[in-house]
Each structure stands twice: as structure tokens, then as C-alpha cells.
């Protein structure tokens, strides 16, 4: 990555345009391309859990959810440019092992430093993903009732 344009020295990808493609290639599994749109010493926050430090603790959560049967999809619903170096996104989040599908809402928050991630922040309403894991739950048994990825707005 790291596109830069020689001409003026300034990024080819704008925050927005960096916030998307990172939530496009973790919510594929496209684990090494997200990885790549990193900093070295990027900092990770989200909702209930302790942050993460560094490409490579990501890239080690990353791996996690590669090796596990617990795949991590997401479809981005929105984005958009909030300041000269930050962009917000919403998309829809699901983590499913087998008929277990747990569905939810999780709004980003990205900082970007010529090209790659600096800060990466996520937040999800703690309500919506206890319902979403009754709704789960509920999907094991009776597949109607299983959430379904929306299609990409973007």
C-alpha cells in the first residue's frame, strides 16, 4: 500500500477511501490486505474490550478468527469523511460459527496517517448484540429467524 502521489507528495487515498477498503477486506477475510492498510503502532479500542496495540496484536486477532470456525463477516452500510485525516463508517458485523450468526451494528472511527490506520476505534450499542445473540440463538433452531447480511450501500 502506501500510495503516494510523487507529484505532490500527498496520499491517493484519502481517510475515507482507507476506512472503506480496510472494512471491505476484514469484513472478506482478507486479513493480509487489512493488515497492510495498518501503522506499525496503530491503536485498536472497541466497545467491551481492552484495546489492542500494534499491527501486530491486530494481526494476531486477525489470525484468530482465520483459524477458528468463528468467521467474521461485514458489509458496509456508510462512510464518510469526518475531518482532513479521519473518516466514520457504519457497517453491519457478523461473527457465526456453524447456524450461529450473531448480527449487529458497529459504527468506526479511523485515523489515517499517510495511507495507513493509526487509530481504528469501533463502537456497538451493548443491547443491540445481547439482542443479536438471542436472535442467534433463537436462528440455531428455527433458520427463519437467522439474520442475513444486508446488501453493500457502498
Not at 17 to 27: K, Q
Not at 119 to 129: C, E, F, Q, T
Request: with cysteine; charged share 25%; proline share 5%.
Amino acid at each position: 500500500m502506501g500510495t503516494i502521489d510523487h507529484v505532490n507528495n500527498a496520499p491517493l487515498w484519502s481517510p475515507q477511501d482507507v476506512a472503506e477498503r480496510f472494512v471491505d477486506a476484514v469484513g472478506s477475510g482478507d486479513y493480509e490486505i487489512a493488515e497492510q492498510l495498518l501503522a506499525k503502532d496503530v491503536v485498536y479500542r472497541r466497545t467491551g474490550g481492552r484495546p489492542l496495540r500494534g499491527r501486530a496484536a491486530i494481526a494476531r486477532h486477525f489470525r484468530w478468527h482465520a483459524r477458528t470456525r468463528v468467521a467474521m463477516q461485514a458489509v458496509l452500510i456508510s462512510s464518510e469523511q469526518c475531518s482532513c485525516d479521519a473518516a466514520l463508517t457504519e457497517r453491519v458485523t457478523a461473527l457465526v460459527y456453524g447456524p450461529l450468526r450473531i448480527q449487529f451494528q458497529v459504527r468506526g472511527r479511523f485515523e489515517v496517517d499517510g495511507g495507513r490506520i493509526v487509530a481504528w476505534r469501533d463502537d456497538a450499542d451493548v443491547r443491540a448484540v445481547a439482542r443479536a445473540g438471542a436472535r442467534a440463538l433463537a436462528g440455531v433452531f428455527y433458520a427463519p429467524a437467522r439474520p442475513t447480511l444486508p446488501r453493500a450501500v457502498i
